[in-house]
T-cell receptor, first 115, second 114 residues
Framework: KAGVTQTPRYLIKTRGQQVTLSCSPI?????VSWYQQTPGQGLQFLFE???????NKGNFPGRFSGRQFSNSRSEMNVSTLELGDSALYLC??????????????FGEGSRLTVL | TQLLEQSPQFLSIQEGENLTVYCNSS?????LQWYRQEPGEGPVLLVT?????EVKKLKRLTFQFGDARKDSSLHITAAQPGDTGLYLC??????????????FGQGTILTVHP
């Protein structure tokens, strides 16, 4: 079974630009979550989608948004990029029935550098 | 706000040594997980513990969930260079469905020298 696929793996943007990251979950997984990982803050939860609906959201500004499509694929967008948005953005999917235990299966991430 | 504190932050040992990583909180968690992350890759789930006092073994790795479900430990026996990586604990808050949100510890960077 293929794992979580994220594209692009690496990207460089300049301040003020916007970026869209894509995630394809493991087949059969309908829940997709996004995390930001930085050396200083560690892994921080951005949001989670299930059946095209955002069910949970972390404490990030409105510049961070996401969506999910009917095939469970998800995208996240960051507008008006700031230097501090440089990070590894991780997508994770969850199998059915793990809502209480919370297991996440992560992709390899998209490393964003903002200059 | 639920926090998970991991210790130590850094661990550098020789091949064959044993080590223990700790994950502590003042909050109760309904489950705790351990992940391992290598450079340039995403975290990989190692184990989930859900019952207070639970002990799980995965080859040379032993995971324990505290009786009060506020802490956990990861013990590696006879560490090997292939164990090198970032170890992360993560938890689901008590009484609720995670909806994708886990609280992560800051991680322990383990380096095992041949």
């Amino acid at each position: 079974k293929a794992g979580v696929t994220q594209t692009p793996r690496y990207l460089i943007k300049t301040r003020g630009q916007q970026v869209t990251l894509s995630c394809s979950p493991i087949s059969g997984h309908r829940s997709v979550s996004w995390y930001q990982q930085t050396p200083g803050q560690g892994l921080q939860f951005l949001f989670e989608y299930f059946s095209e609906t955002q069910r949970n959201k972390g404490n990030f500004p409105g510049r961070f948004s996401g969506r999910q499509f009917s095939n469970s694929r998800s995208e996240m967008n960051v507008s008006t990029l700031e230097l501090g948005d440089s990070a590894l953005y991780l997508c994770a999917s969850s199998p059915p029935g793990t809502g209480n235990t919370g297991e996440l299966f992560f992709g390899e991430g998209s490393r964003l550098t903002v200059l | 706000t639920q926090l998970l504190e991991q210790s130590p932050q850094f661990l550098s040992i020789q091949e064959g040594e044993n080590l223990t990583v700790y994950c502590n909180s003042s909050s109760v968690f309904s489950s705790l997980q351990w992940y391992r992350q290598e450079p340039g890759e995403g975290p990989v789930l190692l184990v989930t513990v859900v019952t207070g006092g639970e002990v799980k073994k995965l080859k040379r790795l032993t995971f324990q969930f505290g009786d009060a479900r506020k802490d956990s430990s990861l013990h590696i026996t006879a560490a090997q260079p292939g164990d090198t990586g970032l170890y992360l604990c993560a938890g689901v808050g008590a009484g609720g469905t995670s909806y994708g949100k886990l609280t992560f510890g800051q991680g322990t960077i383990l380096t095992v020298h041949p």
